[in-house]
């Protein structure tokens, strides 16, 4: 299936979804893409925010997408990659009898599959700024990414890889 079919796919059922893509074979490349994809895609929905706050403060533009690019997308995988293992290893601890990878890709498909609010919350920022508005679009997509990382996470560490 297209990635943006498996997206609307993950809103239904994001435990199904991540084990079809398990049952694919372990492939490092597709978790790599999807963590990438979720940098790109989150590097994108700040260049609203990123604008208003040069346009009210008086910044330069290019500045702060070039520190918002060399983060987001060279750093911030770094940081999913350590994550990822940390959930491994509390899955482990809890009775999870799948693999690394399995947890990689619960996670990384989580970040990617939530990326649609993701962008809501990028526009939110550029248009309206801080406020409730900009919290509650914040607060659900941090609870649609943790519903998908949990099920996901739940799905990949059921089975022995």
Do not use: K
């Amino acid at each position: 299936m297209p990635v943006t079919s498996d997206i609307v796919a993950t809103y239904r059922g994001p435990g199904r979804v991540v084990r079809r893509l398990l049952d694919l074979g372990q492939r490092e490349d597709r978790a790599l893409i999807f963590v990438m994809g979720f940098c790109v895609v989150a590097f994108i929905a700040q260049l609203p925010s990123l604008a208003r706050r040069a346009h009210f403060e008086g910044v330069e533009l290019n500045a702060l997408m070039g520190a918002s690019l060399f983060g987001t997308v060279f750093i911030l995988p770094l940081f999913f990659y350590l994550l990822a293992f940390v959930s491994y290893g509390a899955a482990r601890l809890v009775g999870g009898r799948g693999t690394s990878y399995g947890a990689r890709l619960a996670l990384f498909w989580a970040l990617l599959s939530s990326t649609p609010v993701l962008l809501l919350h990028g526009l939110v920022a550029g248009f309206i700024g801080s406020g409730p508005a900009l919290t509650i679009v914040g607060a659900v997509w941090f609870i649609i990414f943790l519903w998908f990382w949990i099920a996901g996470l739940r799905q990949s560490q059921r089975h022995e890889e």
